[in-house]
């Protein structure tokens, strides 16, 4: 095996790159190893080029193992790993949103970026991934714009420390107060991943400025390598516009695309329309007989592109006439869709409509995770994100996820979990379902807010109200020489498609708690997110102020179809009683009590799930079988046998919760029969009188009621040898 090998620090330790011939065919490869932390990254373009597309046919894939994480894991029946983890997908997709600006995306060659983690520790592979797939398409034939680094940065709640690539442990405190993906090159940002607990522009601000200067060292570091074993980068064929395809635009239709874009409505069917007439008419020029369709359109993009960018820098216009702080129209509803529903949430902000469900569940309901970071772990919260086709006017396949959905619904679980309450204060499993019914612009922002008012409506006792939105930029071509930009509020259909930033932002009035960025250009300064952040933070607060105006605080109580949990805790050690061997005793309870489910935490913490009182009831079932009895307390109890030596009465609901009462301990005097005092089924109270070194109950009748056996009309035994015996173990053998 020939290897060469490169090693920088960053954050504490070493991060060693490692080439080889292991993945020879790939046109570029990399083992990059941090901590004990593995992944290795191939790239590979196709030979062929594919004519009858008109996207750059970019894959990305990030690969689980289960080996990784030194763990057979799966089902009984299949021991190898299936479909990709809701988390596999994000991680690939913070690497494709990564590095897919830097390519021109008229080369129509496949390339596939496959990152593969090979080992697992205490650090997160997803920020090896993107510097990874970084290095291994530097250092290849494939024409790139890299490369381009990656850096976590955490931070303690009040702490002032900035920690560089935080471990797990570290983000799974309580008090962290964010965690912050941040990639980029040239002292610019191109992607960024926040999950926040309510803290301010600064503090982000601060953290990305952190990460520029710590994603240099990884630059310079690159750089180096590539100066040494880079690879000549391949020549591709971009295709070339006909000048007749020009000539024929400026001729006909460039008056007409100023007009078209800027008609003070959104615009997208007017394009849409006048790109259907741009393509007919290119038909009937004989010189542009031999261009393909794709090439048309996308010519005619591109024109979009320009003039909308002009138009906001040059003209200071957007497309739906709106000034570039201004949000439109919004609409908010809580409830009012079905009683069935445990809460739900309508929200509008222009042509983007997203309606949401909230299903509350036991702890039992819970998510259970499996898989190489993750084993065994339960989420309680989740939010799940639906994109119809007819959202957008179209038809399509339904059913089924994509990475699109998955990341959308990820960003809104983000956004949303720092106001969730502590399963300690709401214990329920608590399931949010987003459904974009109409789509222009932002419908992951969208969700939250409708997330937000299904929260509050179903009663969710939420620490505050969140609300999200998505900026824009308009940047200059020269941006470097003129330094022109425009900081757009609320971005819709053309600004969304054709625009330079999708900066999605949400949080409370207090502060962030989720942004994902995602760019089309090389980066964006950290000044420029900074504008965007504050001009944020002004449209969410108009935001909170239409949501708070339908429901300004969470509902005093829970729907009535929702379940009811009832909690409690044993110690530790007494776990065992309440399960019982094989399961028995919980089992039995659930059946008696008629509770759907009953979940015990290893620390002792039980949660019971039920409907109509089932669950107190099971409580009070769990709390017989703990009980511990004490010699003195007074029970009402039943008899339940009668023996020859005294009566069995039952103290406690369970059945083994009964105790002795000795013929001896009925009366203060002798009587001949327990049956001419006592019959199965009675009612009697009894006093524990002790509890012997086998956990055996002996009860008295006369020590709590000495007229009990006077009202029952009962006369001093004339027989002088009964009832004098003492009681003994051997009485004992018929319970």
């Known amino acids: 095996m020939q290897t060469r090998s490169f090693s920088t620090e960053i954050g504490g330790k070493t991060l060693t790159a490692e080439f080889n011939d292991l993945a020879e065919n790939a046109d570029g490869s990399v083992i990059l190893r941090y901590g004990n932390t593995a992944v290795i990254a191939t790239a590979v373009i196709s030979e062929r080029t594919r ?66 983690v090979l ?227 309508i929200f509008y902000r222009g042509g983007t409509h997203v309606f949401t469900a909230l299903t509350l569940g036991g702890p039992g309901d819970s998510l259970v995770i499996d898989t190489m970071e993750e084993q065994e772990v339960k989420k309680r919260f989740m939010h799940h994100y639906n994109f119809p086709p007819f959202s957008v006017g179209e038809t399509g396949r339904m059913g089924g996820l994509n990475r699109r959905m998955v990341g959308h619904g990820y960003l809104a679980e983000k956004s949303l979990e720092a106001v969730i309450p502590p399963k300690e204060q709401f214990p329920y499993t608590i399931r949010l379902v987003s459904e974009c019914m109409a789509s222009n612009g932002s419908t992951s922002m969208g969700s939250v807010c409708a997330s937000t008012i299904a929260l509050m409506d179903g009663g969710i006792p939420i620490k505050a109200p969140v609300a999200g939105i998505a900026m824009g930029l308009m940047m ?64 969410r607060f108009k935001i909170l102020d239409v949501i708070e105006k339908e429901i300004s605080t969470p509902r005093k109580s829970l729907s009535p179809r929702a379940p009811e949990i009832a909690t409690m805790s044993v110690r530790p050690d007494q776990i065992g009683l309440v399960i019982g061997g094989g399961g028995k005793t919980i089992n039995g309870i659930k059946e008696t009590s008629g509770a759907e489910d009953i979940t015990v935490e290893d620390d002792g913490s039980i949660f019971i799930t039920g409907r109509n009182g089932t669950a107190q009831k099971a409580r009070e079932l769990i709390e017989a079988v703990v009980k511990e009895y004490k010699a003195g307390e007074v029970y009402e109890g039943t008899v339940t046998r009668l023996m020859d030596f005294g009566a069995f009465v039952r103290i406690g609901p369970m059945k083994d919760a009964e105790g002795l009462v000795h013929v001896s301990e009925v009366a203060p005097f002798r009587i001949d029969k327990i049956s001419d005092a006592l019959a199965i089924g009675d009612k009697v109270r009894v006093m524990i009188k002790e509890i012997d070194e086998k956990g055996r109950i002996n009860l008295s009748i006369k020590q709590i009621d000495p007229d009990f056996a006077s009202r029952k009309g009962l006369k001093p035994s004339t027989n002088p040898s009964h009832g004098g015996r003492n009681h003994t173990g051997n009485e004992r053998r018929f319970q």
């Open 51 to 116: 004519e009858d597309i008109d996207y750059f046919p970019l894959t990305v894939d990030y690969e689980e193992r289960f080996y990784a994480a030194g763990q057979i894991l799966g089902s009984r029946f299949v021991r190898r790993e299936g479909r990709p983890s809701d988390q596999a997908i994000l991680s690939g997709r913070v690497v494709d949103r990564t590095i897919r600006p830097l390519f021109n995306w008229n080369i129509r060659n496949e390339v596939q970026v496959v990152i593969t």
């Open 476 to 539: 200059s071509p020269r941006f470097t020489e003129d330094k022109k930009y425009r900081v757009l509020t609320d971005i819709q259909g053309p600004e969304d498609h054709h625009g330079d930033m999708d900066f999605k932002v949400a949080g409370t009035r207090a502060g962030i708690t989720g942004i994902q960025l995602d760019i089309k250009l090389d980066g964006v300064p950290v000044s420029i997110l900074t504008e965007a952040l504050h001009a944020a933070r002004e449209a």
């Open 119 to 345: 080992s697992i520790d205490e650090d997160d592979p997803d920020m090896l991934a993107v510097n990874a797939a970084s290095l291994a398409l530097a250092v290849s034939r494939i024409p790139w714009g890299g490369p381009v680094a990656a850096v976590r940065i955490g931070k303690i709640k009040g702490g002032s420390d900035l920690i560089i690539n935080p471990s797990y442990a570290f983000r799974e405190k309580t008090d962290t107060a964010f965690d912050l993906l941040a990639c980029g090159q040239r002292g610019t940002i191109n992607m960024i991943e926040v999950g926040s607990r309510e803290v301010s522009e600064e503090d982000i601000t601060q953290a990305l400025e952190r990460a520029v200067e710590e994603q240099e060292k990884l630059l310079v570091w690159q750089r180096q390598i590539i100066k040494e074993i880079g690879k000549e980068k391949a020549i591709l064929k971009t295709g070339e516009v006909p000048d007749a395809l020009q000539t024929l635009f400026n001729n006909e239709f460039k008056k007409e695309l100023h007009d078209v874009i800027f008609c003070g409505t959104p615009g997208k069917e007017s394009i849409s329309d006048l790109k259907k007439r741009f393509v007919a008419r290119y038909t009937q020029v004989e010189e542009l007989k031999d261009v393909k369709k794709s090439t048309a359109e996308r010519f005619l993009e591109d024109r979009v592109n320009d003039e909308i960018h002009r138009g906001a820098i040059e003209d200071g216009k957007r497309a739906d006439g709106r000034a570039f702080d201004e949000l439109r129209p919004i609409f908010a509803k809580a409830g009012g869709v079905s009683p069935m529903l445990h809460g739900s949430g």
